[in-house]
């Protein structure tokens, strides 16, 4: 099913996806995503969140944000994602 959306925002309880490390990923590719799910840093709700942007991506979607659901910024419906809100976000591309 082809979306024709630019843009997707999922929202959870972590600000964005999160490395090994816990630090917030600001930019990454539908690839990247895959490779977190295989080496397992990424679990639980997390892999199906990931799951739907790559799902979405392949579906026309031009780039999906995982926010903070509690803390998102709606403002980004509309705008373009700069580094300074990457920062507390995912941009999957």
């Given at each position: 099913?082809?979306?024709?959306?630019a843009?997707l925002?999922?929202?959870?309880?972590?600000?964005?996806?999160?490395?090994?490390?816990?630090?917030?990923i600001?930019?990454?590719?539908?690839?990247?995503?895959?490779?977190?799910?295989?080496?397992?840093?990424?679990?639980?709700?997390?892999?199906?969140?990931?799951?739907?942007?790559?799902?979405a991506?392949?579906?026309?979607?031009?780039?999906?944000?995982?926010?903070?659901?509690?803390?998102?910024d709606?403002?980004?419906?509309?705008?373009?994602?700069?580094?300074?809100?990457?920062?507390a976000?995912?941009?999957?591309?």
């Amino acid at each position: 099913m082809e979306l024709n959306a630019a843009r997707l925002i999922i929202a959870g309880g972590t600000s964005g996806v999160l490395d090994e490390g816990g630090a917030t990923i600001g930019r990454m590719s539908a690839r990247d995503a895959a490779r977190l799910i295989k080496a397992g840093t990424a679990n639980k709700g997390m892999v199906a969140k990931l799951e739907a942007c790559r799902r979405a991506l392949r579906g026309g979607v031009h780039e999906v944000l995982v926010v903070n659901g509690r803390e998102a910024d709606l403002g980004l419906l509309h705008r373009p994602v700069g580094r300074a809100a990457a920062s507390a976000l995912t941009v999957i591309a």
